[in-house]
Structures are given as structure tokens and as C-alpha cells.
């Protein structure tokens, strides 16, 4: 089976950055497939981040998090990173690494019901 193992979570001050990675291990991640960052606050539906597709010529970001926020996608590292600058109080959240397997085209996916494996998530705390 497909495991997904994020880190690079951690407390932080308004203004600060953090990257967090996703490595990835499993056939699956050998096959054509994409990857998302979602995020999930107390009391609130998990919700999309950012998205990325196979070849990492397409990515999408949430309205909040445009412009600050930064995914990638290394298949040679077995890694999926989120680069996260400017942070605000706002983007709290357990931040879960997600990855759709065996796409049948070259697409990312924004949809939380589209992704097949989940991690089990890592703590961003940013302070005001």
C-alpha cells in the first residue's frame, strides 16, 4: 500500500515561513499520479491547499493561501514539499499530504473525495 508520511510542521510567529514535505513510499508512487496539500482547523472541514499534477506543469492554490504558498513535486526524492511564506494566524491547521494514483490524464485534483491516500497530518501553529 501507498504511505504518506508529512513533517516539517511546528509553532511559528505571523510573517514566519515554514516548508513542510510529504515522502512518499509505495508502488503506487511509481505509477502516474498527483498530489495535494489540504488543511483542517478545529470544528471545519478539511479543506484544499494546493494541488499539483504528474509532470508538475500544472498547480493550483486556494484563494487564501495564493501568492504566499508553494507546492513541488520531486519523483526522484519521493517527495512532495509545500513551501509556506507570510503566514497568518489564519492558517492554522493540521496540514494532511494527499496523492491521487493511477491518473488517466495529466491533471491535478482539488476535490478531497479525488485522492486515494491521505497522511496522518502535521501541526501548523502561527502565533499573531
Known amino acids: 500500500q501507498v504511505q504518506l508520511v508529512e513533517s516539517g510542521g511546528g509553532l511559528v510567529q505571523a510573517g514566519d515561513s515554514l516548508r513542510l514535505s510529504c515522502a512518499a513510499s509505495g508502488p503506487a508512487y511509481y505509477s502516474m499520479y498527483a498530489m495535494g496539500w489540504f488543511r483542517q482547523a478545529p470544528g471545519k472541514d478539511r479543506e484544499i491547499v494546493a494541488a499539483?499534477?504528474?509532470?508538475?506543469?500544472?498547480?493550483y492554490y486556494s484563494d487564501p493561501v495564493k501568492g504566499r504558498f508553494t507546492i513541488s513535486s520531486d519523483h526522484a526524492k519521493k517527495t512532495a514539499d509545500l513551501q509556506m511564506s507570510s503566514l497568518k494566524p489564519e492558517d492554522t491547521a493540521v496540514y494532511y499530504c494527499a496523492l491521487r494514483h493511477q491518473t488517466t490524464s495529466n491533471t491535478y485534483f482539488t476535490r478531497k473525495e479525488d485522492y486515494d491516500y491521505w497522511g496522518q497530518g502535521t501541526q501548523v501553529t502561527v502565533s499573531s
Open positions: 499539483i499534477n504528474w509532470s508538475g506543469s500544472s498547480t
